[in-house]
């Protein structure tokens, strides 16, 4: 059945829906008084800002912060604080004045998060954005264009294509011919990407066939990041096909182990596919002997991966590149620039020896879309999705605006924190029990340690350890993280329960500032505030 419009219909005219001339009036409006927001969020002494607002502690005692269900409860409960009308309030203004409940929306998000510009910031694998930060991500958002096809997002795709070869050959070498990379929303998609391109290349007939045929094991240690296991998952593979390979004391996989677990999957009947060397634990910070793995996987025809999602980045160091030693012989490597060096959240790259594969594993004939035959420029065919974030940017205007030397200077200032404080406590003996530190030095970034208030021995230190994070992020001072050991490691003679984990990537970070944490540590041993 045909439907056709009648000559009336046709001839009557309709306005735009949106007045062009109202969205410049009311960006012109709202753009300068949000970037005053902005600025006196940032603005305060980064030394002495609360990193937990005072809106997210609980005001009846002041010693615990809100719930997620606590907050979701105050912010929805309560009119004027999270709302969907039905009218909005950008729509059909007569006076830009009546724009103000938007910038009180603005308010309320800023009041009720935490500030990753406060250096007590200290419990995730980054900290704050810096000025090309901030600027590089409006402009995406003022571009609001795709970088799937060249067509779309013409300078963009070549920033993509630059930035992505440059970074590669860091790891690579600059003779390598083909060398490049591409970004993904996040380290864990880059990792998913990875397993299934190894599949995909090793045995093109999975593209078609799927993985019928064979049986794929894929090795990684057991401190590997979770991401590893859920590629597994997605790839079809199962959870059963992934070994977690043992590790050392200090959480680098033992290569003679990864190459009896070989060895043993193959008699089982098993494919051995994969091998996941990691740069960087999320927990310990260690870094596996990427040489010695690189000869096992080279041996049994394994695929190399580096998940260099936080210590990738060691590459720009002046003094610790050698922890990578041996990664440019990696099939891929994921690194992330949003972790050590301070580009806006998200922003993961997956570089390759020959960028050529990302097409010829991931690409379908999606003629309708992709029209470029040749070298390929229409980068969403050489992944598995389609519409992706020009993140490659963020990264390109950051190391436009420091430099590498600017980004060799920010690693290794991280890198002495780290040190420095891990020393700070291991003197302290009586008090602190540093957990990763080998010869003076931590492997990464990360701090490991147990704190004793009291002269009694203790066995299971998670109480204490939960009970000091949640006063700390309570007077909003400092944000710290706590871990457990892996569960494989659970039979170490150092494993007693959950222990601090504190994060030193902020550019800002004095040894001023951490003596007067560890007075704050120290504090709570002498107020005898703390329940064992």
């Given amino acids: 059945m045909t439907i056709s419009l009648s000559e009336d219909q ?64 105050a912010l929805t409960s309560v009119p004027g604080k999270l709302d969907l009308p ?5 729509t059909q203004v007569e006076d830009e004045a009546m724009l103000q409940p938007v910038l009180d929306q603005i308010d309320l998000i800023l009041d009720n998060s935490a500030n990753t510009w406060s250096l007590g910031f200290l419990e995730k694998l980054y900290a704050s954005t810096n000025p090309i930060g901030v600027i590089a ?5 003022v571009l609001n264009t795709n970088s799937h096809v060249f067509s779309a997002s013409p300078v963009l795709t070549v920033i993509e294509k630059f930035v992505g070869r440059e970074y590669a050959k860091l790891f ?33 007939s999975t593209k078609t066939e799927g993985n019928s045929a064979h049986r794929f094991a894929i090795f990684t240690s057991v401190d590997s990041h979770y991401s590893i296991t859920k590629a597994a998952m997605l790839c079809g593979f199962g959870t059963d096909a992934v070994v977690g390979v043992p590790v050392t004391e200090t959480g680098e996989m033992i290569v003679e182990a990864l190459e009896s677990e070989i060895v043993r999957m193959k008699n089982d009947g098993w494919t051995p596919l994969y091998v996941n060397a990691t740069a960087g634990t999320t927990v310990f910070g260690s870094f596996d002997p990427i040489e010695e793995i690189s000869m096992v996987a080279r041996k049994h025809r394994l695929w190399l991966h580096v998940d260099g999602s936080l210590g990738g980045n060691f590459i720009f ?30 922003c993961s790259f997956l570089l390759v020896k020959d960028e050529r594969i990302f097409k010829s594993c991931n690409s379908l004939k999606a003629e309708y879309l992709f029209h470029d035959a040749g070298d390929n420029f229409d980068l969403a065919n050489g992944t598995l999705g389609c519409g992706r974030r020009a993140d490659s ?18 690693i290794d200032h991280a890198k002495y924190m780290a040190d420095y404080f891990a020393n700070k406590l291991a003197s302290m003996a009586n008090i602190f029990e540093v957990l990763n530190l080998v010869d003076g030095r931590v492997p990464g970034v990360q ?21 000091v994070c949640g006063r700390f992020h309570a007077e909003g001072k400092y944000m710290i993280d706590y871990a457990p050991f892996p569960q494989a490691n659970k039979n170490n003679p150092r494993a007693k329960g959950e222990f601090f984990r504190v994060v030193f990537v902020n550019p800002k970070l004095s040894t ?21």
């Fill in 10 to 73: 046709l001839q009557q005219s309709r306005q735009p829906l949106v007045d062009h001339k109202q969205e410049i009036q009311h960006l012109e409006y709202l753009l300068p008084r949000i970037v005053a927001k902005i600025i006196d969020y940032v603005k305060p002494d980064p030394e002495s800002s609360l990193v937990v607002p005072p809106c997210l502690t609980k005001s009846c005692e002041g010693k615990e912060t809100l719930s997620g269900r606590e907050l979701y409860n």
């Fill in 86 to 90: 039905l009218k909005g309030f950008g």
């Fill in 137 to 141: 991500d409006l402009v995406l958002s």
């Fill in 172 to 204: 690579y070498g600059h003779d390598s011919e083909y060398c490049g990379g591409l970004t993904f929303p996040g380290g864990s998609w880059s990792n998913v990407t990875s397993l299934h391109m190894a599949r995909a290349h090793l045995y093109p």
């Fill in 317 to 346: 160091s002046g003094k610790d590149f050698t922890m990578l030693e041996g990664v440019g012989k990696a099939d891929s490597i994921t690194a992330n620039p949003h972790k050590l060096l301070g580009v806006p959240a998200t």
């Fill in 393 to 410: 940017l963020k990264f390109y205007l950051s190391w436009y605006y420091y430099g590498k030397l600017g980004f060799t200077q920010r």
């Fill in 447 to 467: 701090v490991c340690f147990y704190m004793n208030p009291t002269t009694r021995v203790i066995d299971d230190y998670t109480r204490i350890t939960r009970q």
């Fill in 512 to 532: 001023k500032f951490l003596d007067r944490m560890v007075e704050d540590l120290c504090s709570f041993c002498e107020s005898g505030d703390v329940i064992m």
